[in-house]
């Protein structure tokens, strides 16, 4: 099976950087997602880590370490719309269920002034 | 218009009624979802689906049941509803051309209230 940790709220300050983590345990899987939820809307897709390392896209920075059983999202340059929930997710790597996703239980960042 | 629609947004319905949440996607993907959001413990999957004949349970399965109409519609009902059958559902989609599962499209969510 499959659980992952995370933070259930950070909070940080405009135009900062903040670091969401992501601890797992599973089985086995394909790569690490990352989706963005905000208040009332539907997540959305971040970016996707298949391999260790960093995938940057924009502000949004995605990491890995298989090895660490640990991944984070980074956001830089903070702005008041980053408010939002952040949720990790894995895929596993076995028979049907490597179709579906499984999530984190979402880590909800504040972004004050 | 929208790529993944779901209806209704909002129900209210009382214990022991049948409802039908309907999802439609014109994306043109094969993989649906069903995905209920409870506050703090975020998205666990219901049902998901390949294609038309193909229907899977996920982590949460047991007082739901799932059709599968065509490719594009997929519907989750609640055959004798329960309060805590109160939640935020929503219907994803995905297919080959977004690298597979890990990049799934979200509808805008029905939120059911079971009194």
């Known amino acids: 099976g499959q659980s992952l940790e995370q933070p259930s709220e950070v909070t940080a300050v405009e135009g900062a950087i903040v670091q969401i983590n992501c601890t797992y345990q599973?089985?086995?899987?394909?790569?690490l997602s990352w989706y963005q939820q905000h208040d009332g809307g539907a997540p959305t897709f971040l970016s996707y880590?298949?391999?260790?390392g960093l995938e940057e896209t924009g502000r949004f920075s995605s990491f890995l370490s298989r090895s660490d059983s640990y991944g984070y999202l980074l956001l830089q340059e903070l702005q008041m719309k980053d408010s939002a929930s952040y949720f990790c997710a894995v895929r596993p790597n076995s028979g049907a269920g490597s179709y579906q996703l499984t999530f984190g239980k979402g880590t909800k960042l504040s972004v004050i002034p | 218009d929208a790529d993944v629609t779901q209806t209704p947004r909002n129900r209210i319905t009382k214990t022991g009624k049948r409802i039908m949440l309907e999802c439609s996607q014109t994306k043109g993907h094969d993989r649906m979802y069903w995905y209920r959001q409870d506050p703090g413990l975020g998205l666990r999957l219901i049902y998901y689906s390949f294609d038309v004949k193909d229907i899977n349970k996920g982590e949460i399965s047991d007082g739901y049941s799932v059709s599968r109409q065509a490719q594009a519609k997929f519907s989750l009902s609640l055959e004798s509803a329960i309060p805590n059958q109160t939640a935020l559902y929503f219907c994803?989609?995905?297919?080959?051309?977004?690298?597979?599962?890990?990049?799934?499209?979200f509808g805008p969510g029905t939120r059911l209230t079971v009194t």
């Open positions: 994803a989609t995905s297919g080959p051309g977004t690298g597979g599962a890990y990049e799934q499209y």
């Open positions: 599973t089985s086995g899987f394909y790569g």
């Open positions: 880590n298949a391999l260790d």
